[in-house]
């Protein structure tokens, strides 16, 4: 039943409700892989997160004073760029640390050698 105020309208009234999210990727998604990054937060408000692929060129049996003469840059298509809020940006540099620590720790309990800058 509608609360209604006097002049006939509906008053509506928020109530915080706690909903578990259905995270969804839907087949036809493609995944790419970024060997590049940048973020950008002109406002300080807004992040702007953008992932790049940068693709070597092809300099197989080229000599090395050609490769110089020949490639002057590596072209870094970008593949996704992404706006984040400060607080999600926040959460996401989180999350990344303890992934990171949780895959540390495996790769340390398999035995498995840790490059130094990992250390």
């Given at each position: 039943?509608?609360?209604?105020?006097?002049d006939?309208?509906?008053?509506?009234?928020?109530?915080?409700?706690?909903l578990?999210?259905?995270?969804?990727?839907?087949?036809?998604?493609?995944?790419?892989?970024?060997?590049?990054?940048?973020?950008?937060?002109?406002?300080?408000?807004d992040?702007?997160?953008?992932?790049f692929?940068?693709?070597?060129?092809?300099?197989?049996?080229?000599?090395?004073d050609?490769?110089?003469?020949?490639?002057?840059?590596?072209?870094?298509?970008?593949?996704?760029?992404?706006?984040v809020?400060?607080?999600?940006?926040?959460r996401?540099?989180?999350?990344?640390?303890?992934?990171?620590?949780?895959?540390?720790?495996?790769?340390?309990q398999?035995?498995?050698?840790?490059?130094?800058d990992?250390?």
């Open positions: 039943m509608d609360e209604r105020s006097k006939g309208n509906v008053k509506i009234t928020e109530k915080a409700v706690a578990p999210f259905e995270r969804h990727v839907p087949e036809t998604i493609t995944t790419q892989y970024a060997n590049h990054f940048v973020i950008q937060a002109p406002t300080g408000e992040f702007y997160l953008s992932f692929e940068a693709v070597p060129p092809d300099t197989i049996d080229m000599p090395e050609q490769i110089r003469e020949k490639i002057k840059s590596i072209r870094a298509t970008c593949i996704a760029r992404i706006v809020s400060r607080d999600l940006a926040a996401i540099v989180t999350a990344i640390q303890s992934t990171l620590g949780k895959a540390q720790a495996r790769k340390n398999e035995g498995l050698e840790v490059p130094e990992e250390k």
